[in-house]
């Protein structure tokens, strides 16, 4: 099993940059592709951004694509998301996910996910 924990929200203006963090428990962190999802109020939960297992591909909704970077560290069982030009639609509940399954096609659905964490949340003000 694995719990993660969402740490870093908090409220910007927009054009500000937030670092969002996961921590990971658990010593497998390594063999789990990890994924960043948002829900703002009303809405349906959607894909952010998602990183393999090595770090070595990554992948990023348009709508954050050139804006968001997502990285992570193995060695200390953490996964982040470096948001930068912030806008107020970016306002959501973000979550980190974490699965094993590999196969690309998925990583877009949140029902593939093994793994959520509780959600931090960002509000962006115009």
């Known amino acids: 099993q694995v719990q993660l924990v969402e740490s870093g929200g908090g409220l910007v203006q927009a054009g500000g940059s937030l670092r969002l963090s996961c921590a990971a428990s658990?010593?497998?962190?390594?063999?789990?592709?990890m994924g960043w999802f948002r829900q703002a109020p009303g809405k349906e939960r959607e894909f952010v951004a998602y990183?393999?297992?090595?770090?070595?591909?990554?992948y990023y909704a348009d709508s954050v694509k050139g804006r968001f970077t997502i990285s992570r560290d193995n060695a200390k069982n953490t996964v982040s998301l470096q948001m930068n030009s912030l806008k107020p639609e970016d306002t959501a509940v973000y979550y980190c996910?974490?699965?094993?399954?590999?196969?690309?096609?998925?990583?877009?659905?949140?029902?593939?996910?093994?793994?959520w964490g509780q959600g931090t949340q960002v509000t962006v003000s115009s």
């Open positions: 996910a974490a699965r094993q399954l590999m196969t690309m096609s998925t990583i877009y659905d949140v029902t593939k996910y093994d793994y």
């Open positions: 658990g010593r497998t962190f390594s063999t789990y592709a």
């Open positions: 990183i393999t297992r090595s770090g070595g591909a990554r």
